[in-house]
Nanobody
Framework: QVQLVESGGGLVQAGGSLRLSCAAS????????MGWFRQAPGKEREFVAA????????YYADSVKGRFTISRDNAKNTVYLQMNSLKPEDTAVYYC????????????????WGQGTQVTVSS
């Protein structure tokens, strides 16, 4: 079992930055690839970014490529999402998730989920 708790969300103006954190507890954090997803009101949950077990490989949705950076610190059992140049369309609840499948992009490939953190970008 892995428990995930996100933090760092909030209200920011367009063009600003936020850094989300996801703290994991439980067994073998470094055995899991990690991902970030988001869900805007009235929309389906969508993939944002993923990082491999070691942190050596990453993958991004086209909509955030070049603006968001995913990273992890296995010693701290934490994964991060640095979000720069934020846009109003980035407004959503952001979720972190853990998967045994490397660089997974599909929701069904993730085994554990956090409760989410709200990010609101004002124009």
């Amino acid at each position: 079992q892995v428990q995930l708790v996100e933090s760092g969300g909030g209200l920011v103006q367009a063009g600003g930055s936020l850094r989300l954190s996801c703290a994991a507890s439980g067994r073998s954090f470094s055995s899991y690839a990690m991902g970030w997803f988001r869900q805007a009101p009235g929309k389906e949950r969508e993939f944002v970014a993923a990082i491999s077990w070691s942190g050596g490989n990453t993958y991004y949705a086209d909509s955030v490529k070049g603006r968001f950076t995913i990273s992890r610190d296995n010693a701290k059992n934490t994964v991060y999402l640095q979000m720069n140049s934020l846009k109003p369309e980035d407004t959503a609840v952001y979720y972190c998730a853990a998967s045994i499948r490397d660089l997974a992009t599909r929701i069904r490939w993730y085994d554990y989920w956090g409760q989410g953190t709200q990010v609101t970008v004002s124009s």
